[in-house]
């Protein structure tokens, strides 16, 4: 640790993805990445982007794509920001909206990186312990201090809010701004998008990384009232302002302009996970009623690193988290029922 490193800095744990292996032999079930291919179109657009415009900044206010977007989602464009990966818009909406001194809350099962971005900026937080059954209690979202901000589908575990409950929170809050990550919408949860233009203090943010099978695109976007689409504007101007290179505009425009491709890719992706979470019950496992691309799950007799290892001997990569109270679980990224067969059949002997 160099001692010229700021304070901040020097108190924050990095994020550790899941592990990207070179190896194109093994079932990669651990980054909840999509297990098919982007729309053949959007393959098309990045190819027909190629060009010698590259040598070309992109369009610093990407309108083209937040027309697309804004269409799509039934919101002025206006309401639209995107950003390269929703990490990104993630890390500038915790710059954008959230102050220190001020706490924010969210799930102490969450998604890793809110507790790394709040570190990074100063910001304190205070993660609300989810119940035994990895549920959100709904009420302990309420008044917050300084804001909100959760997974719908929760990750690692699957759970889903329904949007009555999303509301009450954003009602309950109005003062602060409440951030909905909907990284896994697509599989299974409702949307909070259809409530932007009822509050003000709502933002909803996706990612084409999942559903729509570009994660190495890096394109994930906000939608929310104009004024916090303006705050978010203002960081990307002062900080990064071509977040969005010419090939991940070009793809993301065209993945959502194929609307067929995307029902039925989302379709057979929750068609087997649930296959999958019958399979995994029959072996004896407890399975996290998922609504996302993933299973979160355990086995009472079978310790979860044990089973990580030796999937893992067998090129087969699934997700084990070394932290309190989920150390025992595994959480498997739904893959394509053949992968998932294959997936079964290494784990059967090593019950
Ligand atoms: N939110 C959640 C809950 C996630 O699991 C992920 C994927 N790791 C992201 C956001 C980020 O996705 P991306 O940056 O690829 O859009």
Same mark, same amino acid.
């Given at each position: 640790m160099s001692k010229f490193w700021s304070e901040r800095l020097q108190a924050t744990e990095p994020y550790i993805p899941g592990e990207q292996p070179n190896n194109t032999n093994v079932i990669k079930l651990n980054t909840n990445e999509n297990p098919y291919p982007p729309s053949p179109k959007a393959l098309k657009a990045i190819q027909e982007a190629t060009?010698? *415009?590259?040598r070309l900044y992109p369009p610093p206010t990407v309108n083209e794509l937040r027309e697309t977007i804004a269409k799509y989602h039934g919101v002025h464009p206006d309401q639209v920001f995107i950003g390269n990966g929703s990490d990104e818009v993630l890390a500038f909406s915790f710059m954008a909206f959230f102050n220190p001194g001020e706490p924010i809350l969210f799930p102490d !099962? *969450? /998604?890793? @990186?809110y507790p790394v971005y709040a570190k990074l900026f100063n910001i304190d937080y205070k993660r609300v312990p989810v119940r035994s059954d990895f549920t959100l209690p709904v009420e302990e979202f309420f008044q917050s201090e300084g804001g909100v901000i959760f997974p719908n589908p929760n990750a690692p575990t699957g759970l889903t809010l329904s949007l009555i409950e999303v509301e009450s929170i954003v009602n309950q809050n109005p003062d602060q701004v409440v951030i909905i990550?909907?990284? /896994? !919408?697509? @599989?299974?949860g409702q949307s909070a998008v259809q409530l932007v233009n009822q509050y003000e203090n709502l933002l909803v943010i996706q990612t084409l990384s999942k559903s729509r099978s570009l994660a190495g695109m890096r394109v994930g976007f906000a939608i929310g009232d104009h004024q916090l689409i303006e705050g978010l504007n203002r960081i990307k101007n002062s900080f990064n302002s071509y977040t969005l290179d010419r090939l991940a505009i070009a793809a993301a425009k065209a993945a959502f302009d194929d609307e067929e491709y995307f029902q039925d890719v989302r379709g057979q992706i929750i068609h087997t996970r649930e296959q999958t979470s019958k399979r995994l019950h029959t072996l004896g496992f407890e399975v996290i009623d998922s609504k996302a691309n993933f299973l979160f799950v355990r086995h009472p007799h079978v310790d979860a690193e044990d089973l990580y290892l030796q999937l893992k001997e067998q090129n087969i990569f699934v997700r084990y988290f070394n932290k309190?109270? !989920?150390?025992?679980y595994l959480r498997i990224s739904i893959g394509t029922a053949d992968e998932m067969e294959q997936f079964i059949i290494a784990l059967e002997p090593v019950l």
């Open positions: 060009d010698e *415009t590259l !099962i *969450t /998604y890793s @990186f990550d909907e990284a /896994y !919408i697509d @599989f299974g309190p109270r !989920i150390q025992e």
